[in-house]
Nanobody
Framework: QVQLVESGGGLVQAGGSLRLSCAVS????????MGWFRQAPGKEREFVAA????????YYIDSVKGRFTISRDNAENTVYLQMNSLKPEDTAVYYC????????????????WGKGTLVTVSS
């Protein structure tokens, strides 16, 4: 089993920044591709960003390109999501995801999920 624990969410004003962290335990972190998803109230969970196990490639949904940055520290077994220039529409619960075989860009088939951390952006 792999355990994913997100942290770093909170309330921020529009234009502000937050950094989310996802601490991974239970298996060899470097074996896993990692991703961030979010789910706003009344909406389906959507892909936000992902990074390969090596960190060589990253992927983003169009709406966050240039504002969000995903990174990982394999020595610390942690993946991060730096979020800048936050907008009210970024308000959601943000979930960390891990998958050993594919880069997690779809909700279907993800190996492991965290429980989420709430990000609220006020206007």
């Amino acid at each position: 089993q792999v355990q994913l624990v997100e942290s770093g969410g909170g309330l921020v004003q529009a234009g502000g920044s937050l950094r989310l962290s996802c601490a991974v335990s239970g298996r060899t972190f470097i074996n896993y591709n990692m991703g961030w998803f979010r789910q706003a109230p009344g909406k389906e969970r959507e892909f936000v960003a992902a990074i390969t196990w090596s960190g060589d490639s990253t992927y983003y949904i169009d709406s966050v390109k240039g504002r969000f940055t995903i990174s990982r520290d394999n020595a610390e077994n942690t993946v991060y999501l730096q979020m800048n220039s936050l907008k009210p529409e970024d308000t959601a619960v943000y979930y960390c995801a891990a998958d050993r075989t594919v880069v997690p860009k779809r909700t279907i088939g993800v190996d492991y999920w965290g429980k989420g951390t709430l990000v609220t952006v006020s206007s």
